[in-house]
């Protein structure tokens, strides 16, 4: 494993069966290969299938087929080494802020002293701007700040890698604004690989190294990948005002313009095909039928 | 796929082609370097060898031959063009670019063929593996097409994302038409002055089955890349004493229809392509070409050892 292939995605695939027993690809031959302390944002349509690849990555969703390789070792479930934020923090509301992200410290350093995972805990909560909250219960605190929970939660664990799905949909401008760049300041700091997925083009290209733009599904796919040149750590108003961050912003509305144009076409093309799938099937069934003797 | 009649019986002549100039460099018999056997330009037709030579690693041809891989020249020879002036071979349009299309079955070397083009708006491309198995640019020709080109240096394309990375994943040659709708297709954004209509994705030098790189010819309804371009799908067969024999199974038409059916002078190209493996410039005089048509440029593309498709220009 080297630090330049330090996430790879091959050929993933996730399908369902549908009521005619047949297999839907919901994302199909997924590929993407990360740094290690890289940053990539995956955006595109809602139900295009972000998610899905978040989860399998996780460890939380099973894969179909293909390949997930975290620094050298397959994803075979979830686990500690890839910390997880979601759109809610899901918080546990009869514990505190402190209770809360202890939780996971306690399961990640169970040979620590309980003054070293305190000093974690409050390390974390304190980056994440919560050191005098750190005895409040998730009652007590607005959206944005319980976000601030879950972030120091994940972070607290010391991941590998960082998956943030959505974590900033339920909040509004200023708020997500902040959170992100409370998390920038992370990862500028501890350099950990991150997978951001969201469907804001501009927090896409404010946080990441690399946007990777999904296809709509099913089998969804990556579309193209585009470097976002702009060096850290950032700051909002320089990237805002860069010359090419408008180069940069119209050709990811452009691509998923051009998804959203040929949403219908490309979901009728795919029906069309399971039909002639089933179709072919039906035919063989018959003609298998056919040719075996009757039973006495 | 329908099946209807060839759409090479109805050629109109286009002087306005992105394609303005072309060479066939072949290799010589003792294999130790590659001969201009021919040249062609729009509106002056085609000339035979005019005894020029190269090894590997000299001049376009040989760098090519070499690096195993399409290269660029963002300018025009001046000794070229005065000779081709001296000789009134000379295109009708400028010339402001060249590309040498080195050509490979396996490890086998069958010919070089280099285009010359005009400066109208289009681009070629050269899109090679980094180091994370991504496609990236590592050499392009655009003209007309600044927000393309400053997007596409940025532009990244895992195997089978995008047009290269189809056919990197393929392994043979791809047509993409109708760009400016096309969801397949995200580079353009439309802040340049044209839009790009079709792309046309060759596999250079396949390895084991995968192109060790992916040249794009791109250009716009206006000012296509030949008079006539056309992609034949082929699939071969093996006979008893084991050599292979092409069909084509589909001809891709850059403007027009998908068809099944072959004109004369497509037969003739297919039956020499089967013979010598090679490609081929041919002038009315050799070929029975449509009316209006005097040249016509035959690309074999080979995955492995077999013929998968052959690139058909007119002009």
Request: one cysteine or more.
């Amino acid at each position: 494993m080297s630090d330049n292939r330090y996430v790879e995605i091959a050929n993933l695939t996730k399908a369902y069966p549908n009521p005619f027993g047949q297999d839907v690809a919901v994302v199909k031959d997924f590929n993407l290969i990360l740094r290690k302390g890289e940053v990539v944002s995956v955006i595109g349509h809602s139900g295009c299938g972000k998610s899905t690849v978040l989860t399998m990555l996780a460890g939380l969703n099973p894969i179909s087929s293909g390949s997930l390789v975290v620094d050298g070792r397959e994803v075979a479930g979830p686990g500690p080494d890839r910390a997880v934020v979601f759109q809610a923090p899901c918080l546990l509301p009869w514990m505190t802020t402190f209770e809360n992200v202890m939780l996971g410290v306690k399961q990640v350093y169970p040979h620590g002293t309980p003054a070293e995972r305190r000093q974690i805990c409050e390390y974390y909560l304190s980056i994440v701007g919560l050191a005098d909250s750190m005895r409040k219960y998730p009652r007590e605190m607005s959206g944005g700040m319980q976000q601030r929970v879950g972030i120091a939660r994940a972070i607290a664990l010391r991941p590998r890698m960082l998956l943030l799905d959505e974590p900033f949909g339920r909040l509004d401008s200023l708020t997500r604004m902040d959170l992100q760049d409370v998390i920038l300041e992370i990862l500028d700091r501890e350099k950990i690989t991150t997978v951001v997925i969201t469907h804001d083009v501009d927090e896409a290209i404010y946080m990441a190294d690399r946007v990777c733009m999904m296809t709509n599904g099913p089998e969804a796919s990556v579309g193209q990948v585009l470097e976002i040149p702009f060096e850290r750590p950032r700051i909002r108003a320089d990237v805002l005002d860069h010359p090419n961050y408008y180069d940069f912003r119209a050709c990811l509305l452009s691509f998923l313009e051009k998804q959203e144009h040929n949403k219908s076409s490309h979901v009728e093309a795919f029906e069309e095909r399971q039909r002639q799938e089933r179709e072919l099937q039906t035919s063989a069934s018959d003609r298998q039928l056919e040719t075996e003797p009757a039973s006495v | 796929m329908s099946s209807t009649e060839s759409s090479a019986e109805t050629f109109q002549p286009t002087v306005g082609s992105l394609v303005q100039y072309v060479e066939l460099w072949l290799l010589s018999e003792d294999e130790s370097s590659l001969e201009c056997r021919a040249s062609a330009s729009v509106g002056a037709g085609v000339r035979g060898a005019d005894g020029r030579s190269v090894s590997s690693g000299e001049g376009l041809a040989g760098a090519a031959w070499k690096q195993k891989t399409a290269t660029i020249l963002q300018e025009t020879p001046s000794d070229l063009m005065a000779s081709l002036n001296a000789a009134a071979a000379a295109p009708a349009g400028d010339l402001s670019a060249f590309v040498a299309i080195p050509l490979f079955c396996q490890q086998e070397m069958r010919g070089v063929v280099v285009l010359g083009l005009s400066d109208a708006f289009g681009a070629i491309e050269v899109w090679s593996r980094d180091d994370r198995d991504e496609l990236a640019v590592t050499s392009g020709h655009y003209q007309g097409l600044p927000s393309f080109e400053f997007i596409t240096r940025y532009t990244r394309f895992p195997k089978g994302a995008g047009l290269p990375g189809m056919v990197w994943k393929l392994g043979v040659a791809q047509l993409a038409q109708n760009l400016d709708t096309s969801s397949g297709f995200i580079r353009s954004f439309g802040k340049d002055p044209a839009v790009i209509t079709s792309a046309l994705g060759l596999p250079v030098a396949s390895q084991r089955g995968f192109p060790a790189s992916v040249l794009l010819l791109l250009s716009a309804q206006d000012i296509p890349l030949a008079g006539l371009t056309e992609l034949w799908s082929c699939s071969s067969t093996r006979d008893d004493e084991g050599s292979m024999t092409a069909a084509v199974d589909s001809v891709d038409t850059v403007g027009g229809s998908m068809t099944t059916t072959l004109a004369g002078w497509q037969r003739e190209i297919l039956s020499r392509v089967n013979s010598h493996g090679q490609p081929l410039l041919l002038g009315a005089d050799s070929l029975s070409l449509p009316a209006g048509a005097t040249f016509s440029l035959s690309l074999p593309i080979y995955r492995q050892n077999e013929l998968c498709n052959v690139l058909n220009m007119m002009f």
